[in-house]
């Protein structure tokens, strides 16, 4: 209780677990041999302390000499339990359904800064169980999420790891537990199973004999069994509070082929039975994991407790959800195959090879993520945070031209020179050339906005406008400023975030931007150029 109190009234009156924990452990090491015990303690004790009024919290502190801790702005995230007595394991669990995307990117950048920080290891396993009809494999995406890692700079072991490869491994696990009593062969109905559970009930399977058990299961593994009508149950208690715990499914059938195995197996594992092995195998030391797996947390620590093994860290962060964005693997898939969307990389995808297209750096999204830090509460923002951590890196690089998306033909009386300079790069004494016409083009909408005023036109000079504009001077003034290209121009089509292409002209001299540089139209967006004269829009 008194490191809980004392931990509170450090930070606002809310006691964070780990930090007690470490706590009792620095002071009290041999704590570590009970150390579930422990754990479980102290989550008691937290939530005890967390109810608690600040005026209740301070009547119990009385006597205990603490310093109260000034809050400081914390440079990357928050230290890792028990990170200095072992080396860091952490592993990339992807599903390969779609190439990674800016949503699910960010366990990845968390797990990659703490590999880095603590110098541990970092796996990446393919997470390759066949899943739901809705959602399923893209054989694609083996190539594509290696990739979306290269891109974010993410450093993971040589060796990519195939859950696929390991049927045999979860096999015999399978058939340890099943052996020690704590798993059975169902063949319920669906709904009886799901009825079962709510009403706390032991469906008529559940007391079958080991060696009835061990029958039904290696007749599931032969193939007896169809789809649907056999799955191998774990015993948790039908009592626990929490229905989904409630005898979970570790393995079901499904006989659609594997793009890598092919029909080679037909009992797959569910995710929890086939990471607490693989957490246990590989040697992982930390799992970071969303907290809409806390069930699959909870299930692997069970089964960690029914062979005996030591359990890794896990740590639970909330959802990160973008105001206007709704990403999905399996939906964009769908758009992929049928041809709707241009490919992975077409913007509405919002993967990372889309992100790169359009001219994101890729240290923009790991800023971006690193700064929301670790908490168990969901973040919503604006993509123009997102932007504006992009912005931060390729202003100063991106050449600045002109373009007019909706031109009107305009007619100077007054030609007051036949080229003029202007500024390539913010605040570098680097300058393009643009040639000047009678004919001129502006848009449509300044046309519209400030027919028959006094406008600037950007760099070169002042102008009544109209169809036939008057010269009115070159003196730099506080009028309104509007874009425009001469009679020379080149013709230039951009590719927009919802997949629309909008074409216009712009500076002859953006003919000679090279695929792969980022630009700035003037008074309008960035962009990056894809090939001669095509460009993707990144962002304002």
Not at 204 to 231: C, F, P
Not at 507 to 522: I, L, T, W
């Amino acid at each position: 209780m008194k490191h809980a109190l004392l931990n509170a009234a450090q930070y606002d009156g809310k006691a964070n677990e780990n930090a007690v924990l470490g706590k009792i452990l620095s002071e009290i090491p041999e704590a570590r041999k009970n150390i579930d015990l422990v754990r479980k303690s102290i989550s008691t004790i937290v939530k005890k302390v967390n109810s608690m009024t600040p005026e209740e919290q301070k009547k119990l502190i009385k006597g205990f000499k603490y310093e109260k801790v000034e809050k400081k702005e914390r440079e990357g995230l928050p230290p890792l339990q028990d990170a200095i007595d072992r080396k860091v394991v952490m592993r990339l669990a992807p599903f390969p359904s779609g190439p990674l995307h800016i949503g699910n990117a960010k366990q990845y950048i968390i797990n990659d800064w703490y590999v880095k920080h603590y110098h541990g290891k970092l796996l990446l396993v393919m997470d390759d169980t066949m899943g739901s009809m809705e959602k399923q494999i893209a054989v694609d995406a083996y190539d594509l999420i290696p990739a979306g890692f290269d891109w974010l700079g993410i450093k993971y072991d040589k060796k990519i790891i195939y859950k696929s490869d390991r049927l045999e491994i979860y096999y015999k696990y399978a058939e340890d537990i099943i052996k020690s009593g704590k798993a059975y062969v169902c063949e319920c109905e669906f709904s009886d199973l799901r009825n079962n559970r709510m009403a706390q009930k032991e469906c008529v399977h559940r007391n079958q004999s080991i060696e009835t058990n061990l029958s039904k299961w290696n007749d599931m593994i032969k193939g007896k069994y169809k789809e649907g009508s056999a799955v191998l149950r774990i015993k948790t208690s039908m009592n626990d509070p929490n229905p989904a715990f409630r005898d979970r499914v570790l393995f079901r059938i499904c006989d659609r082929a594997h793009p890598r195995v092919g029909k080679k197996y037909k009992i797959w594992p569910l995710l929890e039975f086939s990471w607490a092995i693989d957490d246990h195998l590989l040697g992982i030391t930390h799992v970071l994991r969303g907290k809409e797996l806390m069930m699959e947390s909870e299930m692997e620590r069970y089964i960690w407790d029914i062979f005996g093994w030591k359990h890794p860290v896990i740590i639970h962060t909330g959802l990160l959800f973008i105001e206007g964005l709704k990403l999905s693997k399996s939906k964009a898939q769908h758009e992929v195959t049928s041809g709707e969307y241009s490919g992975w990389d077409d913007p509405r995808t919002w993967s990372l090879q889309s992100l790169a297209r359009r001219g994101f750096e890729p240290e923009a999204i790991k800023n971006f993520i690193i700064a929301f830090g670790i908490t168990q509460h969901e973040s919503k923002v604006s993509l123009d945070k997102i932007y504006s951590e992009n912005r931060k890196l390729i202003d100063h690089k991106a050449e600045r031209y002109m373009f007019v998306t909706d031109p009107i033909e305009v007619i100077l009386d007054k030609l007051p020179m036949k080229s003029v300079k202007a500024p390539l790069f913010p605040g570098k004494r680097k300058y393009r050339t643009i040639p000047v016409t009678k004919k001129i083009f502006v848009d449509k909408i300044d046309f519209i906005a400030n027919r028959e005023k006094e406008v600037r036109l950007m760099h070169l000079c002042n102008i009544n406008l109209n169809t036939k504009s008057k010269f009115t001077g070159k003196t730099n003034k506080d009028i309104p400023k509007i874009h425009w290209v001469s009679g020379k121009h080149v013709k230039v089509k951009i590719v927009l975030e919802n997949g629309k292409t909008i074409e216009g002209l712009a500076e002859p001299s953006v003919a000679k931007v090279k695929p792969g540089q980022m630009v700035q139209f003037e008074r309008l967006f960035f962009a990056r150029c894809d090939k001669k004269n095509l460009f993707y829009y990144a962002h304002k």
